[in-house]
């Protein structure tokens, strides 16, 4: 790209040039129907590891929706597969009996923790839980639940913060007016802070709003926050938005598309429904905006999209759920889930560039 390079601190602000190819995509009874919402980190040998929500009929037990499955890489562009799940739901815990999802790993004295959103029935709000491991391989759920707010929260991204404590922001379902003044169900962003790692307080009020475009219509997906280069630059979030299907958009002809089938697993196919949902109308993108103290974020601008309906792209419809990396020659990269207008999911990267 003419005046355009990879640099060794290139912005999280951009541009980004898109990887070609899948990262990651199903390929295997335990993914074959559905890749998304990965979490990238550094494995102890250097490589990168990418976690990721898989499902397929290779599933632990009939009703399960989604685990945590991981990949590894040397150049962080090809990876391999790794056997077995990661993190599973668990039938006996009601807050993970149905599904575990969008991963996010810390390192920690001795190992390394996971954060992740986990699903139980639709009568349960989602919350957010934690697992500890020595090797990044074997995982041990730690009990009971790290956050839980609103109408219910997931998505987390986790911070540590120059103090020792640690910073988690998520997405959080809350009421709000719309664009049109109509208070509606949506997705926001909020944040809560940790000294621990285990017990979190929530901060007050939201991070991000909904509803300052079109683009976003639907609600937030996903958020990290990047923290200040230097002194007197502003605190980023980057996060990824859906927007609503056009009106008068017709619902998509499946024989499951009920909400309260898809959440409960009561569908023949939960892979299935769920993906006919998503590309009935709704696409997804990734953005940025930006704060002055990393509390109140604004400005949103639009950092990675695909083609649309009708396009090539794999991540034509949406590009979501992304996880940011810092790699070792300075190099910051971005894994995000894409799916294409087939409605096949995977994971995706970008680059960040420097003039």
Known sequence: MSGTTMGARASVAGPWRKEPGWRVTGSRPLDASKVQAPGATLAPDGRVRLFYTGVGPGKPFPACQGYLLSATSQDGV????????????????????????????????????????????????????????????????????????????????????????????????????????????????????????????????????????????????????????????????????????????????????????????????????????????YRSRLLLATSPDGITYTGTRLLVEGDGYGGTDLDAIHAEDMSLLRMPDGTLRMYYAGCDVAGRWGVLSALALSG
């Open 78 to 281: 090809a990876f391999t597969v790794e056997e077995g799940i990661r993190v599973a739901p668990r039938p006996d815990l009601p807050w993970l009996s149905l599904r575990a999802i969008a991963p996010a790993v810390v390192a920690i004295p001795g190992g390394w923790r996971l954060y992740l959103e986990a699903r139980g029935p639709a009568s349960r709000p989602t919350v957010i839980v934690s697992a500890v491991s020595a090797d990044q391989l074997h995982w041990d759920l730690e009990p009971g639940i790290r956050l839980e707010a609103g109408d219910g929260v997931g998505a987390p991204r986790y911070l540590p913060l120059p103090d020792g404590t640690g910073l988690l922001t998520c997405w959080v379902a809350v009421a709000l007016p719309g664009r049109d003044g109509v208070e509606r169900r949506t997705q926001a962003v909020m944040s809560a802070r940790t000294i621990d790692g285990l017990t979190f307080t929530p901060d007050p009020g939201l991070r991000l709003r909904p509803f300052t475009g079109e683009v976003d219509s639907a609600g937030v997906t996903a958020a990290e926050v990047v923290p200040p280069a230097a002194p007197g630059e502003p605190w980023s979030m980057v996060f990824s938005a859906w927007q609503d299907r056009p009106a008068g958009w017709p619902e998509p002809l499946h024989p499951a598309h009920d909400p309260d089938a898809v959440a409960n697993g009561r569908s023949e196919d939960f892979a299935a429904a769920s993906v006919a949902v998503d590309i009935s109308g």
